[in-house]
């Protein structure tokens, strides 16, 4: 296929992960890698980082977890590379989230259905936001879809993600809630959140649509208003002061989970250790503590329940495609 000749051709780039120690016990010993398919600063990042420093602090591998960034595609670079190049590399997890079943649904990783890798499971989940600087002209969510409403034109929303992606999904179902056609949205693709979210600081954008755990440390700069968290109910800690969009009116949910992907050709032992490793690292206090002050919520679903999770996701975000005017 066209991607695979693409980025076949880019596997020099890549590190190579060092050989997995198979075995009853819980630890790793040798390196271990986690892509991130985007720049640093975004949810990728976060998901990676996450994972290596909880499963290095609590002893569940020995030897600190190499990241490494492969921004391009939105997702599709990272997803190329392990069904092309390095398919059954036992040291080898990719961050994923909901964002990657929206691309694959889409078609936007190439003609893929979803089942070309193996869905190592989610050890966290996030919630869409829909951001503002702190300085905008708008105190809620009302007063952005009035505007939006009267001058769709002059106000550009921006996120992580291209036309169809999760991020632009998030801005789209709130236009519909406030029945605006999501075709008249003006919106602008970056290569990650942490991109997105700078161009919202340098006035480029006025609307970024992210995700809440994205936004913690921007939280106690004072350097944005979150105007609505896309989660069912409000959120504690950090950010209960922030509404949801459906206590204003909007019927819209967005949760993003957190979690990887692993080469279609690595083997069921090294998958199931994996496998073994996550549940363990949920398990652990000091890791629900990791956990909660990157502004994740609880979720831990993994191995072939996980699989079909989000085999079933790509079947459903293909019909809300349909369903917001982006396929027919």
């Not at 070309?116 to 829909?130: C, P």
């Not at 069912?232 to 009116?249: H, L, S, V, Y």
Request: proline residues 4%; hydrophobic residues 40%.
């Amino acid at each position: 296929m066209k991607f695979n000749r693409l980025f076949k051709s880019c596997s020099a780039l890549a590190l190579v992960a060092g050989s997995l120690v198979l075995g009853s016990a819980q630890a790793q010993s040798g390196k271990s890698e986690c892509i991130a398919p985007a720049k640093p600063g975004g949810g990728y990042d976060l998901t990676c980082r996450l994972a290596a420093n909880g499963l290095l602090e609590t002893g569940l591998i020995d030897e600190p977890m190499v990241v490494t960034y492969m921004p391009g595609g939105i997702g599709a670079v990272a997803y190329n590379h392990l069904t092309g190049v390095r398919t059954d590399d036992p040291n080898l997890i990719v961050a994923a989230s909901t964002g990657a079943a929206v691309n694959l649904s889409l078609g936007k990783f190439g003609d893929y259905s979803g089942d070309e890798v193996r869905w190592l499971g989610a050890f966290g989940v996030d919630y869409g936001a829909i951001v503002v600087k702190a300085d905008a002209p708008w105190q809620n969510l009302d007063e952005l879809m009035d505007d939006l409403r009267d001058n769709p034109g002059d106000i550009a929303f921006g996120a992580g993600g291209t036309v169809g992606s999760q991020d632009w999904m998030k801005a789209a179902l709130t236009a519909k809630a406030a029945d605006i056609s999501p075709r008249k949205l003006r919106y602008a693709a970056f290569e990650g959140g942490g991109e997105a979210l700078s161009a919202l600081l340098g006035n480029h954008i006025q609307v970024f649509t992210g995700d809440l755990s994205e936004l913690r440390s921007q939280l106690a700069s004072g350097k944005i208003r979150v105007l609505a968290a896309l989660s069912e109910e409000r959120m504690g800690g950090p950010f209960k002061d922030i509404p949801t969009a459906a206590e204003q009116g909007y019927d819209v949910q967005w949760p993003i989970w957190r979690g990887f992907y692993m080469g279609p050709d690595v083997s069921d032992e090294a998958y199931q250790a994996w496998e073994k490793r996550f549940e363990t690292l949920t398990q652990k206090p000091a890791f629900e503590e990791m956990r909660a002050k990157r502004g994740l919520f609880p979720m831990a679903r993994f191995g072939d329940d996980f699989d079909s999770y989000v085999q079933q996701q790509i079947q459903q975000f293909k019909g809300l495609a349909k369903e917001v005017g982006l396929t027919q």
